[in-house]
């Protein structure tokens, strides 16, 4: 048997404008996605065939970055489904884990670049935002140019992503889930439609890639006060483009009055904000109050882990 997790993850800084190579940054979540895999007479997925409605992530990773006979292939979250907190991304890598760990041991950069494939090739479009954040650990900044700490590089395309270890100050934060899914690439495609078709657009991601410069500054001075001001700004920003949402809202106001900072986190649209504070009881209280489901998390610095083996039976 292989066993492999991956984290959670928030986006902190630079959702949707890091698609159109702006920088993004993202932590990984003290909540995990767990797989165990064996050998089995026939490919299936929590006891489940390997369909396509069901197992998208599951069936292109074993279609095409795993040769060999059936898998089965059992999961376990922590990570609430279509909250915005990269359950697809914990799964794509614990999967992009599992099959390295099969092919002789796990590689993080390699990981990471199998991870994106999947989450790229099953959505359509995306960034490895995610799924880097998920298979490093920690926190990462997602660059176009390439700085300090380098971790690895992604390319699609004709766009390359660098990707970085970000130092993250100590921090508490609160996730509040707002209970109504968050489908990425239906709001992928609503901001690259009006990315397509407004100026004004294509400014508000200007702008959001320039704050995101802002908020690594802050982060590195360990400001917790500008980088709450900045979180606030950018969630102005992400409901010009149109990925707010009034459930949303209502949870980042409630967590307004005990916060440095907070906003939506992921696609939008649904899913969950996050809250920066210094009080998480009150916040979470407060986004319970107003029909939310609070998680108070920490950073976790353990990214992607596989171990184990499969016996192939001479194959």
């Not at 997790?5 to 995990?32: Q, W």
């Not at 069901?54 to 292109?60: E, I, K, L, Q, V």
């Not at 796990?106 to 990981?111: A, T």
């Not at 130092?167 to 990315?195: C, D, H």
Request: charged share 20%; glycine share 10%; with cysteine.
């Amino acid at each position: 048997m292989i066993e492999a997790s991956s984290p959670a993850k928030a986006i902190l800084f630079g959702e949707h404008a890091v698609v159109y190579g702006k920088p993004a940054i993202a932590v990984a979540l003290d909540r995990r996605m767990v797989i165990r895999v064996v050998r089995s007479e026939r490919f299936s997925v929590d006891r489940r065939p390997l369909t396509i409605r069901r197992n998208r992530y599951a069936r292109w990773a074993l279609e095409n970055l795993y040769d060999g006979p059936p898998l089965a292939v059992t999961t376990s979250s922590s990570i609430p489904s279509a909250s915005g907190l990269g359950s697809s991304a914990a799964l794509s890598c614990s999967i992009a884990g599992a099959i390295g760990q099969i092919n002789g041991g796990i590689s993080n950069e390699r990981c990471a670049g199998d991870a994106f494939e999947i989450e790229y090739n099953v959505q359509g479009r995306a960034s490895p935002t995610d799924t880097s954040a998920s298979t490093h650990g920690g926190g990462i900044l997602v660059s176009s140019r390439e700085e300090d700490e380098r971790l690895w590089s992604l390319s699609k395309g004709d766009r390359t992503w660098h990707v970085h270890n970000l130092s993250i100050p100590p921090m508490t934060l609160v996730v509040g889930f707002t209970r109504r899914p968050s489908v990425t690439p239906i709001q992928v495609e609503k901001v690259a439609n009006f990315y397509t078709k407004s100026g004004f657009a294509r400014e508000t991601i200007e702008e959001i890639g320039d704050l995101v410069w802002d908020a690594v500054k802050a982060l590195k001075d360990r400001d917790l006060v500008r980088v709450g001001g900045l979180m606030n700004r950018n969630n102005s920003l992400l409901t010009i483009l149109g990925v707010n949402s009034k459930e949303l809202q209502k949870l980042k106001d409630a967590a307004a009055p005990h916060s440095y900072g907070a906003k939506l986190t992921g696609a939008g649209g649904g899913g969950s904000m996050i809250a920066l504070t210094d009080h998480p009881k009150k916040v979470a209280a407060s986004i319970e109050r107003r029909g939310g489901v609070p998680f108070i998390v920490s950073i976790s610095e353990r990214g992607v882990s596989a171990s184990g083996g499969v016996d192939h039976g001479g194959n």
